[in-house]
């Protein structure tokens, strides 16, 4: 959909927030988008690899205004830290892009009780986001770019509204298949909520991007990961095309793949839904329901 509302964001003398800005996807559109001479700010979760990554990028684009936030994405109190830090270090915020996220196999929980797929790949956007919107929105125009998966997994999206954590019955897959169609959702819901207010919401895919994501994998999956690393790609054009481009700037509540192409995935999720998840994942955060 279009918002109604024209947003144009040039990279000069903008602010750029992005997560996961260490490796992988988050590392690649930081880089890209610090080419354009852009401020770039990466959420990471140590002093050390935020040291590391404002190093890569100078070295790879000369760019030297990196910065970087430390923040554990898994806990909330920690992404509510950081949100405070970034709003008394600065009054804008242009362009949030939603990149991190991580793999985990086994059942765990957060010392605040979220299960940690769900914790790290939706509820971290989810509250990153809105603990930022008063920003965005005074900043507008502005956007919130959140990163996806294979358009072919996101058809006829399910969700156990009833167990979003499955507590009750758990896999590794089955979760990260759950967080990320919440994921989807909630870019789609932030679109609908934001209308008007000059901040758009888009989701993509990024295709192969070098990555740890597999780090901690079963053995099956490293082999599978590592037959694709040949194809892997170190930038991520799609990403940093969606957080700069002018003439993207009045799309809102879509999806692209890799080749920057339009995806009707929004049309396959219901509206109803994604406003039930949206209150279920407020009263998980403590957020105020509207």
Known sequence: MKSTQKINIPTKDKVFLITGGTSGVGQAIATGVAASGAKVLIISRTEESGQQGVRHIAEATGNDKAEFLVADLSLLSSIRSASEEFKRRYDNLHVLVNAAGALYFDQQFTVEGNEMTFAVN????FYLTNQLLDVLKASAPARVVTVGVRPAFLKNPTLNLQDLQLTQDFSGLKATSQATIARHYF?????????????????????????????NAPWWLKVVTGLMEPWAKATCDIGVYLATAPEVAQETGVFFDDNKQLVPLHTQYDPAIGEKLWHLSEQLTGIAVS
């Open 187 to 215: 870019v789609f819901t932030l679109a609908r909520r934001l209308a008007g207010t000059g901040v758009s919401s888009v989701a993509f895919y990024p295709s192969l991007v070098k990555s740890r994501l597999a780090k």
């Open 122 to 125: 939706y509820l971290s956007h």
